[in-house]
Antibody
Framework: EVQLVESGGGLVQPGGSLRLSCAASGFTLSNYGMHWVRQAPGKGLVWVSGINADGSRINYADSVKGRFTISRENAKDTLYLQMNSLRAEDTAVYYC????????WGQGTMVTVSS | QSALTQPPSVSAAPGQKVTISCSGSSSNIGNNYVSWFQQVPGTAPKLLIYDNDQRPSGIPDRFSGSKSGTSATLGITGLQTGDEADYYCATWDGSLSAAVFGGGTKLTVL
């Protein structure tokens, strides 16, 4: 079964850091571009970052540029999102997704930034 | 404010048809493919339409997509109570070098 499973979410204080992981199974991660998308409580979907199949092209939303880093370890079929200098407004469910046209999304992991 | 504009809500009776619009610009919809997602609160988004008008396997033909210029439209016919959800359009924006989502449209089946 083709599947993405996120992990690493939790409660963190403002200014803190978290690293999210997204484990792929049922397909070879190295063949696909990947995205992180977040959704604040009661709000809409917001794209955070994307990386192409071999990691040579990376893009970020302005709201996270300089604070978040997307990376991938294709040998482990795992995508990452390193989040530093976290703010209250980063509180959201974070989803990893394969290229949007594929329709493969994880179940999401909740990140709460609060003191 | 989203780069793509959707109506906040639409409603229609069971069995009827509804359309959801997604308005953008030449930097996004005008020059890139559009996808549509359905999201029931508390669950991950589900792909309904990709590449403007293509349905993934398993998506009934009650759902359709179209694009004209800098706008895209999702159509749903034969509405069912199970179609109540939030709907989002998405595409790539070349000027922003970012993927963009619409603000979402809540569908109510009265």
């Amino acid at each position: 079964e083709v599947q993405l499973v996120e992990s690493g979410g939790g409660l963190v204080q403002p200014g803190g850091s978290l690293r999210l992981s997204c484990a792929a199974s049922g397909f070879t991660l190295s063949n696909y571009g990947m995205h992180w998308v977040r959704q604040a409580p009661g709000k809409g979907l917001v794209w955070v970052s994307g990386i192409n199949a071999d990691g040579s092209r990376i893009n970020y939303a302005d709201s996270v540029k300089g604070r978040f880093t997307i990376s991938r370890e294709n040998a482990k079929d795992t995508l990452y999102l390193q989040m530093n200098s976290l703010r209250a407004e980063d509180t959201a469910v974070y989803y990893c997704a394969r290229e949007f046209r594929s329709g493969i999304w994880g179940q999401g992991t909740m990140v709460t930034v609060s003191s | 404010q989203s780069a793509l504009t959707q109506p906040p809500s639409v409603s229609a009776a069971p069995g009827q048809k509804v359309t959801i619009s997604c308005s953008g610009s030449s930097s996004n919809i005008g020059n890139n493919y559009v996808s549509w997602f359905q999201q029931v609160p508390g669950t991950a988004p589900k792909l309904l339409i990709y590449d403007n008008d293509q349905r993934p396997s398993g998506i009934p033909d009650r759902f359709s997509g179209s694009k004209s210029g800098t706008s895209a439209t999702l159509g749903i016919t034969g509405l069912q109570t199970g179609d109540e959800a939030d709907y989002y359009c998405a595409t790539w924006d070349g000027s922003l070098s970012a993927a963009v989502f619409g603000g979402g449209t809540k569908l109510t089946v009265l």
